[in-house]
């Protein structure tokens, strides 16, 4: 059972009286770690500040993923009152309302917090006047981010190897090579495969009282008992997954599958991004693993670079951009996030309706399923970037601004021209026939193009190289697939074809 998160476990600790000349230390509900709290906050008896924030629960974002912000922040006041500090926890309408009424009740001296991990919290506690230190929550230092100026993720990760001595054999990586994608990149078994158990905690009775009261106003399934709410669940997950699971996310790491939502995947996220661990610890403890001979060098590697290579890279590169990078439209693709996708509906496209399930159930789904299926079909239907973004943002469980700008804008839909990654993710459906099983319970078929049986996806794909073709003739890389759809005998067939194509995608009928 873990601890009570009713209302009088939020009242509790409020303070009654002012206690001039104290300092304050901000805690916001994505930095939940008691290790990184500074020293003086102890020594000086300084308070320490937690908003729960009534504007955010009231977001219409996945019932489990509200869940966990509100199960977790509580969580923690309640174990640092246990830890002998003094906490004010308090329930606003927002973050400017909470620290409005700190101090007018507390009157602290200042209040100093860790940088919040999104621009958009960071320019509303500065406007507030509070003192934002750096971030221990991720390993890059920004200043040198900013001074290498680096083109590609490939060169920013070697250099967080080289500098943090993770798989590295003095100047040289274990193994001869920096990755091993060719390894890790097989398609789902045939017969479905074998999957590690994922972690679990089974919910306290408060913690389904809290469901409860989210469900009417929250879409989603209840899957908090799959998430962790607390530091030790975290540590629990974290062995649970260096022992059962990463030792076998390599080689299967862009496969998907119709039964299965989470196959060897970690899920991870959930507790880094909430401050319950700390990227260096998660890194270590796999290493240690690998060290020992326990997970094999190509799943090592493979999950070390999700970790220190592409989350430190799109978090990083959140902070050296400004706010008009969530405006852009490389693409200049209009059409809203649809109905069917945001109530999780039923959807012609087994790939789609599978996706659609698992992020429906456990408010999560894996890479290939963000990336291949929801933003693939984002992008060839032609949907607004920075609207997928946000209702991305609000939806899955380790969603946030910092985490959706790059991955969804510049990588997952080209968003910024080629600034994140260089080449748009698209594909047909013959990628996912290879990849996946979502292909064979369909009704539509991955390698048709203008027939009424051809795949949404395949015939979008190529009307995307045709309908772009100014925009990328500058990209090398896809340079092949665009004159290949440009000497297509049928493409003005694709062209015809496509709008019902896109009609599919996005309406689900």
Partial sequence: MGPRLGARHVLLGRMSTKCTMKRTFLILGDQLQQSVIPDWVRRDSGVILLIENQGLVARPGHLTR???YLSALRNFAHELREANFAV????ADSFTQGVEAHRAEVAPAEIVMHRPHGRRAQNVFARLGIELLPSPFFLTDLATFRAKNYSTMEMFYRDQRRSLQILMDGDRPVGGRWNFDEQNRLPLPKDGGTWPTPWSEELSSDEFALVAALAPTHPGGNALAYWPRTRAQALAQLDHAVATIIPFFGPFEDAASTANWHLAHSRLSVALNLGLLLPDEVVRAVNREFD???????SAEGFIRQVIGWREWVWALHQTRDAAYAEKNFLAAQAPVPSTWREFGEHAMTCLSTTLHHLYEFGWTHHIERLMILTNAATLSGLNPRDVARWMEITFVDG??????????GMGMFGDGGLTATKPYVAGGNYLKKMTDFCRSCRFQPTERTTDNACPLTTLYWAFFLNHSERLAGLHRIAPQ???????PDRAEIQIRSARAREVVQKGI
């Fill in 88 to 91: 004010d926890y308090r329930v």
């Fill in 400 to 409: 946030a601004e910092w985490v959706m700008e790059a991955n969804v804008i």
């Fill in 66 to 68: 509200t869940a966990i």
């Fill in 482 to 488: 665009r004159r290949a759809a440009e000497q297509r």
């Fill in 292 to 298: 020992a001979g326990r997970i094999p060098l190509p």
